[in-house]
């Protein structure tokens, strides 16, 4: 008769946690993910594991010294696989990829332009800086400003003729040696020297591969993670019950607070502010009048919600009752652990580099 009731229980608990009918997404720590997401079915603490751990295999790849581009590629594999798998929208994670595209620039050209680093084949050796600021007067300057001059009188703008008055600049001093007459010069800094040699592009290279996994993987963890598993999780390793109590509050306002902004956002386009084209100011005025009712709303939510456990007599003395989202360490998570070990190896272990064993061999 016990086992019947502890089969009956069960059964209840598993039909509690199953979503309702029809529902493919649920809110996460940012935007949603689907519910059937592959890698939200492993423990958020072995997720959390598993990140930070191939994160520091990844860091070990990019030494200055001997960077290691074939481990770098090795672990971007994993990220990839570990984004692919985290259940976020379409649109979401294209977002995110153009997010990431001027960053992965911007990391390749620093590190390219900014960081010489010395190798066995020179690409580029070029003096960008002398040492010193140069007060001259040339004919391309005159020549730069009287082209945005007559650009402004003629279409009345500003930007399209800087930079017509500067390709033409640049054109014209290449072609013809046109006259200078210096004023005088001022030190300032040391003399800049553009190098680009073929260890400074696999450092460069190295950087951009391993960065690149590091973020497909942190916004894999942050997509999949629930506010409500991270309390479960906390539940699990036995933090203390106020700092549960304090970090479930907040995140559970910030969930009430980007509900309230969708709310107050439809608001405005069903009173047709976007019914004629805005400048970017315009966008940012409207942007910031939202502050104001979004403030009004937090403050009333907060209310509602000492009140709401006030009525219940919560206090942070009382005892602990079941928490349906604690989940277990299965299988899959154990497997996971063990790929963290090895992760950590590749990160703290004695071993070379995949690159230096490959030369080797």
């Not at 990140?51 to 594999?77: E, F, K, W, Y």
């Not at 020179?122 to 004919?139: E, N």
């Not at 500067?166 to 006259?179: C, E, G, T």
Request: glycine share 4%; charged share 15%; aromatic share 10%.
């Amino acid at each position: 008769m016990s086992d019947l009731k502890s089969f009956s229980a069960t059964a209840e608990e598993a039909i509690y946690l199953q979503p309702p009918a029809g529902r493919r997404y649920v809110r996460s720590f940012l935007f949603s993910r689907r519910v059937d997401a592959p890698f939200a079915r492993v423990h958020l603490l072995v997720r959390a594991l598993l990140v930070i751990c191939l994160s520091a295999a990844q860091l070990r790849t990019m030494n200055t010294a001997h960077p290691d581009i074939v481990g770098s590629i090795v672990l971007l594999v994993p990220s990839i696989a570990i984004f692919l798998i985290s259940g976020m929208h379409g649109k979401v994670a294209r977002i995110y990829l153009l997010l990431m595209v001027p960053t992965i620039f911007s990391l390749f050209f620093s590190w390219t332009l900014l960081n010489p680093v010395a190798g066995n084949i020179t690409f580029v050796r070029q003096q960008v800086y002398p040492g010193f600021l140069t007060f001259s007067l040339a004919v391309w300057q005159l020549l730069w400003v009287g082209i945005v001059l007559l650009y402004y009188r003629w279409k009345r703008g500003i930007v399209n003729g800087v930079i017509l008055a500067s390709v033409a600049a640049i054109v014209v001093s290449y072609l013809l040696p046109l006259p200078a007459w210096t004023i005088a010069r001022v030190p300032l800094f040391h003399p800049l020297t553009l190098y680009i040699s073929e260890q400074g592009l696999l450092l460069a290279l190295t950087k951009v591969v391993s960065y690149s996994g590091m973020m497909l993987s942190t916004i894999a963890l942050v997509v999949t993670s629930r506010d409500i598993e991270l309390m479960g999780a906390m539940r699990q390793i036995h933090i203390p019950r106020p700092i549960i109590f304090f970090l479930s509050t907040v995140f559970r306002a910030l969930n009430l607070a980007l509900t309230d902004y969708e709310t107050i956002y439809q608001a405005q386009i069903a009173r047709a502010i976007n019914a004629r084209p805005r400048s970017f100011v315009r966008r940012l005025r409207d942007l910031a009048s939202i502050a104001v009712p979004m403030v009004a709303m937090m403050i009333r939510r907060s209310s509602e919600i000492g009140d709401a456990l006030m009525a219940r007599g919560y206090t942070l003395r009382q005892r602990d009752v079941d928490f349906y989202e604690t989940s277990p360490l299965r299988a899959i998570d154990w497997l996971l652990l063990l790929a963290c070990l090895v992760l950590l190896y590749l990160a703290i272990g004695p071993y070379p580099g995949l690159t230096a064993l490959i030369q080797r061999w």
